[in-house]
């Protein structure tokens, strides 16, 4: 995984309540083991009409909203617990999603691969949503390190949470197993009754 400090980037405004995983990525795509190719299907039943033409009044369809944020409703990710949902949103450019609420399973599955749930209140949430619709050049910054959001151009923030551990393996770009291995010393000076 990459490695994750501070991202600024602009966002695209998905102002949808209670999105499912299969909203996020239709099972009948799920026929992969490989994280790669999810993106292209992100969102299909909105994007796309049944000809698989682009649905004009889709935001992913909209040019004027870019960036690796994608700002969603409350209750986003709940659902079936298919680890695809968190594949489809990094495959296709994501590197955070900003809600009021997240499902835990699908926090959890976004989290391991690399993609920052950021949880905010659901006022900060309704001014994220509002600004970057009424300007969609508007930036925001997701600092890590702090664990705060911002917008740049009002410096309006809000601090989020994050497990501490998941936190140091997004910082390192380590998944569980990159973790363990990172700390084998340790656990071999432990079994062996010593320090490092």
Same mark, same amino acid.
């Given at each position: 995984?990459?490695?994750?400090?501070?991202?600024?980037? *602009?966002?695209?405004?998905?102002?949808? $309540?209670?999105?499912?995983?299969?909203?996020?990525?239709?099972? *009948?795509?799920?026929?992969?083991?490989?994280?790669?190719?999810?993106?292209?299907?992100?969102? *299909?039943?909105?994007?796309?009409?049944?000809?698989?033409?682009?649905?004009?009044?889709?935001?992913?369809?909209?040019?004027?909203?870019?960036?690796?944020?994608?700002?969603?409703?409350?209750?986003?990710?709940?659902?079936?617990?298919?680890?695809?949902?968190?594949?489809?949103?990094?495959?296709?450019?994501?590197?955070?999603?900003?809600?009021?609420?997240?499902?835990?399973?699908?926090?959890?599955?976004?989290?391991?691969?690399?993609?920052?749930?950021?949880?905010?209140?659901?006022?900060?949430?309704?001014?994220?949503?509002?600004?970057?619709?009424?300007?969609?050049?508007?930036?925001?910054?997701?600092?890590?390190?702090?664990?705060?959001?911002?917008?740049?151009?009002?410096?309006?923030? $809000?601090?989020?949470?994050?497990?501490?551990?998941?936190?140091?393996?997004?910082?390192?770009?380590?998944?569980?197993?990159?973790?363990?291995?990172?700390?084998?010393?340790?656990?071999?000076?432990? $079994?062996?009754?010593?320090?490092?």
């Amino acid at each position: 995984m990459e490695k994750f400090s501070t991202i600024t980037s *602009r966002a695209v405004p998905l102002d949808e $309540e209670n999105v499912d995983t299969d909203q996020i990525i239709p099972a *009948r795509f799920l026929k992969a083991i490989d994280r790669q190719g999810f993106g292209e299907n992100l969102f *299909r039943d909105w994007r796309y009409d049944e000809h698989d033409s682009p649905k004009a009044d889709f935001i992913l369809n909209n040019d004027a909203y870019k960036g690796s944020i994608l700002i969603a409703g409350k209750n986003f990710g709940s659902g079936s617990s298919r680890e695809h949902a968190a594949w489809a949103l990094s495959d296709y450019g994501f590197k955070v999603v900003v809600s009021s609420f997240f499902a835990d399973i699908f926090k959890n599955n976004a989290l391991n691969n690399g993609l920052l749930p950021v949880q905010v209140s659901n006022s900060f949430l309704s001014i994220m949503l509002k600004k970057v619709q009424q300007d969609p050049a508007e930036e925001i910054e997701v600092n890590l390190e702090k664990q705060t959001i911002t917008l740049l151009r009002t410096d309006e923030s $809000e601090p989020f949470e994050i497990n501490p551990y998941k936190k140091k393996c997004l910082q390192n770009g380590y998944d569980d197993i990159d973790y363990l291995l990172s700390i084998l010393k340790k656990v071999d000076a432990y $079994e062996k009754g010593t320090t490092v």
